[in-house]
């Protein structure tokens, strides 16, 4: 083919603000996770598919398969759709305690 560019399993985008490796971020409607550190404005990998152990909000319970979307505002993970944009699907069930505050994410990509 020769309209191929790459398979876009990570790709270069411009910091929405101050990220380090493994921080999610989002630009528009794409939600990746840094794969190096970056400032406000500069260019950093991002992988957008993959399975990864994301910051959430503590006090949620999740099921294998529950919708996870990104909280712009805290830069956490959460199963709350208002105002926050969907980034893919819990792979393992969480507790819903106060400290349960990792939550293991695999990312669709952008819908």
Request: glycine letters at 12%; zero cysteines.
């Amino acid at each position: 083919m020769k309209n191929y560019v790459q398979p876009g399993s990570t790709i270069s985008l411009s910091a929405p603000y101050a990220v380090t490796s493994g921080d999610g971020l989002l630009v528009g409607s794409i939600f990746g996770i840094a794969a190096g550190d970056a400032d406000l404005n500069d260019p950093v990998e991002a992988a957008l598919t993959g399975v990864f152990d994301l910051t959430k909000v503590g006090s949620q319970a999740w099921t294998v398969g529950a919708k996870v979307y990104w909280d712009d505002t805290n830069k956490r993970t959460t199963s709350v759709a208002t105002s926050n944009t969907l980034i893919g699907v819990a792979t393992e069930a969480v507790a819903g305690g106060a400290g349960d505050t990792i939550g293991r994410v695999r990312l669709n990509a952008s819908f």
